[in-house]
């Protein structure tokens, strides 16, 4: 197994999704979860769309605010919950300071 392999499993993981739904109904500690299975891969994302850590140290922690708050209220993620971390990743990236 290389690791695209598991970058692609990842990203088709249902219990990525199941934890952003139980996030949804205000469950941190899912959410807690999501994180912790997600950031190293949104991270590795922020840091090759910056080329710096500093930057994407900072913008690490407003990407997974923004996706607890579009998650409240919502039975599902808008997409499989990986691809929705890096479209909002990529997008915080490419948006000027």
């Known amino acids: 197994m290389t690791l695209t392999d598991v970058a692609s499993a990842a990203t088709r993981d249902p219990d990525l999704d199941a934890l952003l739904v139980r996030a949804a109904s205000g469950d941190c500690d899912a959410f807690v ?3 912790d299975a997600t950031s190293p891969r949104v991270y590795a994302t922020l840091l090759a769309l910056t080329g710096l850590a500093q930057r994407a ?3 690490l922690e407003g990407i997974y605010v923004e996706a607890w708050e579009r998650m409240r209220g919502r039975s599902a993620p808008p997409c499989p919950g990986m691809e929705w971390m890096s479209a909002i990743a990529h ?3 490419t948006t000027p300071a």
């Open 33 to 35: 979860a999501f994180y």
């Open 57 to 59: 140290d900072a913008l």
């Open 91 to 93: 997008r915080h990236a």
